[in-house]
């Protein structure tokens, strides 16, 4: 059987539980596709702007934002892939840019290749936690 993963529709509705930075999505537009506009609000009560695109159900999502009137620019990629049975892949890049994402992203590199790393442990335990229950409700 095929083990469930994280997909990306429930990386999208449970983006609290692994990006250390988000308090929450709010004023969601849609469901996760192409096009879907939202704001993460963040545990330092920033807001962040974004649209989902590149959505393929259960393989990719791309979000892209910005804050500060466009000054600071967020994107990133999700990319789920199955191995096979058993593993299954996941690729998550982040990056800010813009005049004061620049700014932010030199100044403070560790804490955003930290939470980038941290945010794909989140989802990697994720993953290992669907597949134990899964394997138990097999047996």
Known sequence: PQYSTPTCTLLFIRWELWDHNIKQLKN????????????????????????????????????SGVALGGTIKADGKIC???IDNVYTKIDYS??????VGFV????????VVE?????LANMVTMAEEAQ????INMN
């Open 28 to 63: 969601t537009s849609g469901p996760c596709e192409n096009g879907t506009t939202c704001i993460f609000q963040q545990k330092d009560g920033k807001d962040f702007f974004f649209t989902l695109s590149n959505v393929r159900t259960n393989h990719t999502l791309h979000f």
């Open 132 to 135: 134990e229950a899964e394997i």
């Open 80 to 82: 789920i892939t199955p």
């Open 104 to 111: 932010v992203a030199i100044l403070k590199k560790r804490a």
């Open 115 to 119: 939470g980038t790393e941290g945010g």
């Open 94 to 99: 982040f990056e800010l840019s813009g005049s």
